[in-house]
Structure formats: C-alpha cells, structure tokens
C-alpha cells in the first residue's frame, strides 16, 4: 500500500495552543515571542483567547514570573503530548514516501556545532526547505526515548543500549596550547623535555576528571631510551564544554586535550601550536544513533549522509 500524506493532513495545534506551550517552555512572554518569531503583544493576546475560549486561568503572570495553575499544568502537559503525537505522525508518515518534512530533534556535542552540525544543516534545508530542525547542544549523552531525541551524534565508544548506530567519521585530539607557552621549551629530544611538560598548568575538559594521563610521541636518543613517555597533571582549571577549554588554551591558561575539528582554524592561524610536531593525533570515533531500529525516517536517514559527508569534508 502506497501511503501519501501532506504536512496539512497530520493533525496539528491551533495557534493559541503553540503560543501557550511556547510561553511555558520559554518561562515567558517575552521569551516566547522571540521564539516564535512574533511580536509579545501578539504571544499575550493569543494566550488570553486560549484562556477565555476554556473558561479557566492556566497562567498566573507577573512582570518577571509566570507559573501554571493546576488547570494550565494539566493542560500543558494535553497539549504537548498531542504535538508529541503530531510529530511522530509526521515521521511515521515519512516511512511511507511523504516528503520529507516536519520537525527533527538531534542533539550534539558543542565541539562539532559550528564546524560540523551548523554547515550539514545548511544543506539539510537546502534540499529540504520543510524540514524544522531542533538541536540540543550537549556534551553528555542523552536518553534519546525520554527526551524525544530523533538523532544523537556521539563521540568515543559507545555504551551498550538498543539505539541503532552507524559510524559516519573520526574524531582526533591534539596536545595543544598557546604558542608563548612553548618559548622556553626544550627540544622534543632534550632529556628534559617531559620534565618541562610536567610544569605546565593543564586545562581539561570536565569528562576528564582529577588526573590526566596522556602518553607523548617522543625522539629516541641514547639518552632517552623510551619513545613514548607518560605525563601525569592534576587540572588548574576544568570547562564544561570544548569551546570554553579552547578559550582557556588559546588565552594561555594552560595545556588542552582538542579535537581536531574544533581548532583547526587556531592551528592555521598560529592562535595554538601543537605541543610535539611529530605527534600523531589519537582517532576517536564518531556516531550516528538513532532509536528507530532498521526504518528510520527519511529525514534521519538524510541528516546522517548529509552529516557523514560534512565530517568527511573536514578530513
């Protein structure tokens, strides 16, 4: 059975309905005014028809403040699991040759946002302008069911779950730094060179914890028998997420773990130096994962070759 359906054939809520769910995600008029796109006073009027259509009070509002009467929380909690209901309609509908349309959510870590997820999303919509992408940028990994999560892009190995996975490109981090930071080094080969790095102050990216290990490329001479010494730091300073660590090691703060994606523009630029030239960067995985099993939507299934070739591009 061949099953066509257009974005105006799946049920979908009035605008008073967006207006008042817009309002109560975004804790305000104001802020769901530029969330929508329309003017506050427009947001507000919508927001008192929806009340005296219904009869009831579902928002108590002050100049700072707004909170759900019971009657609004109930009726919050109808409305999105109706637009929840819209939306995987939508994607159902998808399977069956719709067009690709509607909304997607995916979420991502900050480091590939602007190098990686913001250019595929440009030709995303490109090639299909009905298509309303939602992205949640976060380093942790999220409950994809719970949080109604259509796509994750994950980095490093992966936990086991019932997620369906695809591998769409590789990750590398560089030991890297300020370049006045390297003025007083010793040459890689120098005996003292691992005693040199052990001095500097290290910047690490909240995942990494108390201690750091990493293991430096290294020039066997005589005198320094292992090629591939250990260093160990206790962090100066921890960031909670790529784009702060990078800041701190591009202002001087210290030694960072990056991926290469997130700092090839300091590197070209000289904003940051890699600590050792002959360093090999260490190759993290990155994945696709999505909870769809084997039939996915079209619209993932076109963010994934789409971001599978972004990534490539960035090799």
């Known amino acids: 059975m061949n099953v066509h359906m257009s974005r105006t054939d799946i049920p979908m809520l009035s605008p008073l309905h967006l207006s008042f769910l817009a309002v109560v995600d975004a804790g305000s008029i104001t802020g769901a005014a530029h969330m929508l796109g329309l003017a506050k006073s427009a947001v507000s009027q919508n927001l008192k028809r929806l009340e005296a259509e219904l009869g009831l009070q579902l928002a108590v509002r002050s100049t700072r403040h707004l ?13 999105r699991a109706m637009q929840r209901m819209a939306d995987q309609t939508q994607r159902e509908m998808e399977r069956y040759g719709a067009a690709i349309s509607g909304p997607i959510t995916l979420t991502a870590p900050h480091a590939l946002i602007s190098t990686v997820v913001a250019p595929a999303l440009e030709k995303l919509r490109q090639r299909f302008p009905d298509l309303r992408p939602h ?11 719970a949080e109604g999560i259509d796509l994750a892009i994950s980095v490093g190995p992966l936990p086991d779950s019932s997620m369906r996975a695809r591998r769409i490109g590789t990750l590398r981090d560089i030991l890297c730094l300020a370049p006045h930071l390297m003025e007083e080094a010793p040459s890689r080969s120098d005996p003292g060179f691992v005693s040199w790095v052990q001095t500097l102050p290290y910047v690490a990216h909240r995942r990494e914890g108390a201690i750091v290990k990493h293991t430096l490329p290294y020039t066997e ?18 960031g909670n997420t790529v784009e702060a660590v990078a800041a701190f090691a591009r202002a001087g703060l210290g030694l960072a773990l990056l991926p290469d994606v997130a700092i090839a523009d300091d590197l070209s630029a000289g904003r940051l130096v890699s600590l050792c030239a002959s360093q090999t960067p ?24 789409i971001l599978a070739r972004t990534l490539k591009e960035q090799q």
Not at 69 to 77: F, I, K, L, S, V
């Open 67 to 79: 909170s759900l009467t019971p009657a609004g929380q109930h009726y919050y909690d109808t409305c």
């Open 135 to 145: 992205v949640i940028a976060e380093d942790r990994r999220l409950d994809l069911i």
């Open 221 to 238: 001479t005589k005198n320094n028998p292992d090629p591939s010494p250990d260093v160990q730091f206790r962090p100066a300073l921890h």
């Open 282 to 305: 260490v190759p993290t995985p990155i994945y696709a994962l999505h909870p769809f099993g084997g039939s996915p939507p079209k619209s993932v299934q076109g963010a994934i070759t």
